[in-house]
């Protein structure tokens, strides 16, 4: 039931009174709201008298005396008093629109909620999906959105083997880092060659997986194969291990001198016509190291695009593949007209995740041989990708934790731009027409 219109009450003037939360609301006669945004915004003035202030200060400063002021907790504090500010400015910029929005509705006479009980039961029925998501907002700021902040900031200051609080200061060094890694030699030739290798690696274990996994899921699903339980069942034995044991138990089998593959299997295929191969350096040549873990990778990673792609081909319904025999297309005809796209349609999202996975696949370079063989500078082994470049650079004997965090920002930007990129290209999230 609507109310009496009251055509001189202003929406301007509510906007206009909100700027002190809480004053917009007593203006349109919802006191229970006014006096919970007015007690918000008056909790809000003592915290930044009490603390707000010095955490500025603090992450302003980094501190200016060492031992007393640790220059890290500095900025802890101080990236928290941001998010804070921001959650703030958040809820007053929603103070201000609703004190606008409410006197619109009581100068045109619709129904507002004007005591504690109308106010409460108005948030349970319209806002009550917010409020069930709210806990994993709160949550989210404070495990993901925080650390990404404190990282963000750490790679604008000169955190390092000689700046380490609360002993010594840390300082605000603006893009220094951004700048070495690209134009200081020592950082640029390592980062360009442990980049280049985390792109080809990526490209190369990602698309053997799909591949691999895409493959054998179409091969089991044909109608003349016999067996396909059992085929199934040997298909997932790789994902049913642990991938750590995977990945140290192939470290063991690739081993030059005592593995199972120069061991036994190349002698074995040696007596085989014809064949003549050599030992080979798996774990001391960079390029055999590099071959080796794309394989295992392979290995590890096809079950899951095995597994994925089965339940697709099994929703693909048979007329059109009948439909398709009829007008004389052939199995690879087939194949690519209407079994790849519909895997693609569906699983596109998916491929994504399994290039951006590896590009951060630091268990497999580190737990097969370190990021090893040898050595391309700047701390960084043949095989390291970045996401091991950087646990290197800060487990160290010098350890550079600005130059790391730095290097995060950019594996971020790469990830998430190429992710934007397909993800825009493939409309994966595009759930229109559904």
């Not at 703030?88 to 910029?93: D, K």
């Not at 890694?181 to 950082?187: D, G, Q």
């Not at 491929?351 to 050595?375: D, H, R």
Request: proline letters at 5%; charged letters at 10%.
């Amino acid at each position: 039931m609507n109310e009496q219109p009251i055509e001189s009450h202003n929406p301007k003037k509510a906007s206009l009174l909100s700027l002190i939360p809480g004053l917009g609301q007593f203006y349109n006669g919802q006191r229970f709201k006014a006096i919970i945004f007015l007690s918000i915004f008056l909790l809000f003035i003592v915290e930044m008298i009490q603390f707000g202030m010095d955490a500025f200060y603090g992450f302003i400063t980094l501190g200016s005396t060492p031992i007393d002021d640790h220059s890290l907790f500095l900025m802890i504090e101080g990236t928290l008093q941001i998010i804070m500010t921001a959650i703030f400015i958040f809820f007053y910029i929603i103070n201000i629109m609703d004190a606008k929005k409410i006197a619109k509705k009581v100068k045109y006479g619709e129904k507002i909620s004007k005591t504690a009980k109308e106010t409460i039961n108005n948030v349970l029925d319209g806002g009550f999906a917010y409020l069930l998501t709210l806990p994993a907002y709160i949550v989210m700021i404070f495990t993901i959105i925080f650390p990404v902040l404190v990282t963000l900031f750490m790679a604008f200051t000169n955190y390092d083997f000689y700046h380490i609080p609360p002993a010594n200061l840390i300082d605000w060094v603006g893009f220094k880092n951004f700048f070495n890694i690209f134009f200081l030699s020592s950082y640029r030739d390592t980062f360009m060659s442990v980049l280049s290798w985390t792109v080809i690696w990526t490209l190369c274990a990602s698309t053997l997986q799909i591949v691999l996994g895409v493959l054998t899921a179409v091969i089991a699903n044909q109608s003349f194969i016999k067996g396909k339980r059992l085929f199934g069942v040997i298909f997932l034995l790789p994902w049913a291990v642990p991938a750590f044991i995977t990945i140290m138990s192939f470290s063991n089998i690739f081993n030059d001198s005592i593995g199972a593959i120069n061991t036994q299997v190349i002698p074995f295929l040696n007596h085989l016509p014809f064949v003549e191969i050599g030992a080979i350096p798996w774990k001391t040549d960079p390029f055999w190291t590099k071959v080796a873990i794309i394989m295992i990778q392979g290995w590890l990673g096809f079950p899951y695009i095995y597994v994925m792609t089965t339940g697709i081909l099994q929703s693909i319904p048979g007329e059109l593949y009948e439909a398709a025999m009829m007008d004389g297309a052939n199995a690879m005809k087939r194949f690519k007209t209407i079994t790849l796209p519909m895997i693609l349609y569906v699983a596109a999202p998916i491929f994504v995740t399994q290039y951006t996975g590896n590009f951060n696949n630091f268990s497999m370079i580190y737990l097969f041989n370190n990021g090893g063989p040898g050595s391309v500078g700047g701390g960084a082994g043949s095989s390291d990708i970045l996401i091991s470049w950087i646990y290197k650079l800060t487990t160290g004997n010098s350890p550079q934790y600005s130059v790391a965090a730095a290097v995060t920002l950019l594996i971020s930007a790469i990830v998430i731009s190429v992710s934007m990129i397909v993800f825009k290209k493939t409309k994966a999230f595009d759930m229109e027409g559904m």
